[in-house]
């Protein structure tokens, strides 16, 4: 029997979301925003990545410029992740970040947009 509306709401969501029944929602208080823009990235993995971005912009021309040459980037991405699954090799989550952030910033997808995605539309779907 659920004590409260906000019991019964969050058993609901968590059903909904195909949560299994032990996880409880996050009960501590929650830093301050600025705090979490601090402790919710890490900058080693943007400084190397911006690195490689740098010299990118040296061989293949600046971030955003519409003469660059077009690459399949999702396919590389991919690449480098099934090469980081076989040998642990950071360096190709790295490359992989690199290519997801250029097909965010440079996407030639003719159908590209953004249209946000609640958790419950992803969450548990096998990986």
Not at 47 to 73: E, H, S, T, V
Request: charged share 30%.
């Amino acid at each position: 029997m659920y004590k409260t509306e906000k019991e019964f709401l969050n058993e609901l969501w968590r059903d909904l979301v195909g949560l299994p029944e032990q996880w409880q929602p996050y009960q501590e208080k929650m830093p301050s925003l600025e705090s979490l823009r601090e402790t919710e990235r890490c900058p080693l993995l943007e400084d190397m990545a911006l690195n490689r971005r740098i010299i990118g912009a040296f061989r293949y021309g600046l971030l955003g410029d519409p003469r660059k040459p077009c690459f399949d980037r999702l396919t590389r991405a991919y690449k480098e992740l099934d090469m980081f699954i076989e040998d642990g090799n950071a360096e190709h989550l790295v490359d992989a970040y690199n290519m997801i952030y250029l097909e965010f910033v440079e996407s030639t997808h003719p159908n590209f947009h953004m249209e946000t995605i609640g958790d419950h539309d992803n969450h548990n779907k096998e990986l």
